[in-house]
């Protein structure tokens, strides 16, 4: 019984996608002088198939795991719920990231909670508020597409693969390299190590072609899909700290799965851990928090057991069902 709605579950992720730059005058990102030891990060919750019996939403334990490494606590946020939720929750948070998956970019509550989460990291980055943002694969996407304001992917052919960025000239003077060690840049680029599990991207040239694009995102490197579809494959915002890989840092280190070629080798694991890392920091440059331990602590998800079984795509999965005040059965339209 289990075994079947996992499997469908399972199905339902693949059929769906499994994740369906010249600078303008470069302004810095503000520098931030706090030192936050004790970061709380969320992680973005999607919609399960219908029926799924595990819970109305959901997230891989990988990205939890990804980030405690790193040394920060986790906090599932919950998709559908009042925007007050996540007003209120985003004072309280040092970052989030949005995981991938198969939800829709433009009609999931899942889509819903970037756009909002979003919005308000822009407006906190403009009042010398640090929030980072991070996306991975269907995480990268969305951002792509709410910065677009509409749907750009194409398809790119690039289910489970692992390969070495082609890195963008001067991506060493990015944010997110500039202090990365020789070696961790060097495995990036010689060795196969980034694990791409996407059907769709953002080609190199649609995302030229379009100022809200090429004016937000640096590019640091891109990819070649098996199609033949040059994509993007990492950025960050020239002005805000939001950063994207359409590949998955989580998995080296975190998923087992052995029906997909993952790179577990040392030198993988050392370069998922600079990337954990790397964020991680970002959040320890923020200073909101919870007002007492205690409301800290009932938020974490450590609060909730994992589901474990070798029949889904991630082995390791949190359920949550839609709370009572949540609008989910408002249909979400971009
Ligand atoms: C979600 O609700 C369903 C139906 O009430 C229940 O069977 C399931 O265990 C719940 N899941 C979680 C994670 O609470
Ligand atoms: C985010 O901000 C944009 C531009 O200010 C606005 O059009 C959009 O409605 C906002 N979206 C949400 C979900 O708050
Ligand atoms: C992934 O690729 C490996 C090696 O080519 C192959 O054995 C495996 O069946 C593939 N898995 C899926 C889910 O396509
Ligand atoms: C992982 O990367 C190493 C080099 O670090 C390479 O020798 C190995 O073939 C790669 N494994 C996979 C599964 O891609």
């Not at 995480?139 to 082609?166: H, Q, S, Y």
């Not at 500039?178 to 040239?205: C, F, M, R, W």
């Not at 809200?212 to 033949?228: A, C, D, I």
């Not at 805000?240 to 080798?265: C, D, L, M, R």
Request: hydrophobic content about 40%; aromatic content about 14%.
């Amino acid at each position: 019984m289990e075994t079947t709605v996992l499997a469908k579950f399972a199905v339902f992720l693949s059929l769906f996608t499994l994740c369906m730059s010249v600078p303008f005058a470069e302004v810095q990102v503000p520098q931030f002088s706090i030192v936050n030891d004790r970061p709380i990060v969320g992680v973005a919750l999607q919609e399960t198939s219908k029926g799924s019996k595990y819970g109305d939403t959901y997230v891989s334990a990988t990205y939890v795991k990804y980030l405690q490494q790193a040394g920060a606590r986790v906090v599932a946020v919950r998709a559908g719920e009042p925007l007050e939720y996540y007003t209120d929750l985003f004072s309280k948070i040092n970052g989030l990231l949005f995981p991938g998956g198969g939800a829709s970019l433009t009609e999931s509550q899942y889509a819903r909670t970037g756009r909002i989460m979003y919005n308000l990291t822009l407006q906190a980055a403009e009042n010398g508020d640090m929030f980072p943002l991070w996306g991975t694969c269907l995480g990268f996407e969305l951002l792509n597409v709410i910065t677009a304001g509409r749907n750009i992917l194409k398809e790119t052919d690039t289910e489970n693969v692992t390969l070495p960025l082609d890195f963008v000239p001067g991506f060493e003077t990015s944010r997110l390299f500039s202090k990365a060690p020789g070696d961790i840049v060097q495995y990036l680029q010689k060795e196969p190590i980034t694990q791409n599990e996407h059907k769709y991207g953002v080609l190199v040239d649609d995302f030229n072609n379009n100022p809200k694009l090429k004016n937000f995102y640096r590019v640091m490197s891109t990819n070649v899909g098996k199609n033949g579809a040059k994509f993007i494959s990492t950025f960050e915002a020239f002005k805000y700290p939001i950063y994207g890989t359409q590949w998955h840092p989580e998995k080296n280190a975190f998923n087992w799965n052995p029906h997909y070629v993952i790179n577990h080798s040392e030198h993988a694991i050392r370069v998922a851990q600079y990337f954990a890392n790397f964020f991680v920091g970002q959040a320890r440059l923020s200073s909101h928090h919870f007002p007492s331990v205690e409301e800290e602590s009932a938020a974490l998800i450590d609060n909730y057991d994992p589901v474990y079984s070798t029949d889904g795509t991630f082995y390791e999965t949190y359920f949550l069902n839609f709370t009572r005040s949540a609008v989910a059965n408002n249909h979400f339209h971009m």
